[in-house]
Nanobody
Framework: QVQLVESGGGSVQAGGSLRLSCAASPHIASSRCMGWFRQAPGNEREGVALINLDGSTPYTDSVKGRFTISQDNAKKTLYLQMHSLKPEDTAMYYC??????????????????WGQGTQVTVSS
């Protein structure tokens, strides 16, 4: 069973940067797809970035050019580097994993494994 633990959230001003981490066990390599999602109060959970085992990394349009997803298989850790943060990026951020490739399918319902989330707050 894969367990996921996020860290790295915090409060920053608009234009700032944060790097989120997601420690996975036992082996993130066993997941053909991992991703970052976010949920703001009153909103549905939305996909932000995915990484497939083949290395493809689709992003939702609102974060393209600002966020970068990556993973370190040796450290069993998934990352989300976020630059040029905006107030609308404020949300709880979750990492998730699924056994199948997700390609560019951001639907949260497809992911069976979730972390507990880490809060990102961006002030104007």
């Amino acid at each position: 069973q894969v367990q996921l633990v996020e860290s790295g959230g915090g409060s920053v001003q608009a234009g700032g940067s944060l790097r989120l981490s997601c420690a996975a066990s036992p082996h993130i390599a066993s997941s053909r797809c991992m991703g970052w999602f976010r949920q703001a109060p009153g909103n549905e959970r939305e996909g932000v970035a995915l990484i497939n085992l083949d290395g493809s990394t689709p992003y939702t349009d609102s974060v393209k050019g600002r966020f970068t997803i990556s993973q370190d298989n040796a450290k069993k850790t998934l990352y989300l580097q976020m630059h040029s943060l905006k107030p609308e990026d404020t949300a709880m951020y979750y990492c998730a994993a699924r056994g199948a490739y997700c390609y560019a399918d951001f639907r949260p319902a497809l992911f069976a494994r979730w972390g507990q989330g880490t809060q990102v707050t961006v002030s104007s």
